[in-house]
């Protein structure tokens, strides 16, 4: 009987042992997931900010123009974003609608 107990006191240690290093796992899962998805996040704001830095504050923001005008200005500025001449461009465009 002492024997059966011995082998009961050993198996609940080892159970212990084992919950212990579960709890552990998933901790460390749970932190690296949620540091995974702050890092995926400051990569985006990253991207973002880079990207903003290369084609530069939107025309229409800069000039204050109306709603009408600011999707003309999106609509010029998303088919030719290179710099100088999608301003140009964006200003044509509302130059023909009579928005400046």
């Given at each position: 009987?002492?024997?059966?107990?011995?082998?009961?006191?050993?198996?609940?240690?080892?159970?212990?042992?084992?919950?212990?290093?579960?709890?552990?796992?998933?901790?460390?899962?749970?932190?690296?997931?949620?540091?995974?998805?702050?890092?995926?996040?400051l990569d985006d704001d990253l991207a973002k900010y880079e990207e903003?830095?290369?084609?530069?504050?939107?025309v229409a923001q800069a000039a204050g123009a109306s709603a009408s005008?600011?999707?003309?200005?999106?609509?010029?500025?998303?088919?030719?974003?290179?710099?100088?001449?999608?301003?140009?461009?964006?200003?044509?465009?509302?130059?023909?609608?009579?928005?400046?």
């Amino acid at each position: 009987m002492a024997y059966l107990m011995g082998l009961a006191k050993d198996y609940q240690k080892q159970s212990e042992d084992e919950l212990n290093v579960a709890i552990q796992t998933y901790d460390t899962v749970r932190a690296a997931l949620l540091t995974d998805r702050h890092i995926r996040r400051l990569d985006d704001d990253l991207a973002k900010y880079e990207e903003e830095q290369m084609t530069g504050p939107r025309v229409a923001q800069a000039a204050g123009a109306s709603a009408s005008g600011a999707s003309a200005v999106a609509t010029a500025q998303d088919k030719e974003p290179s710099g100088a001449s999608a301003a140009v461009s964006a200003l044509a465009a509302l130059d023909k609608r009579g928005s400046l």
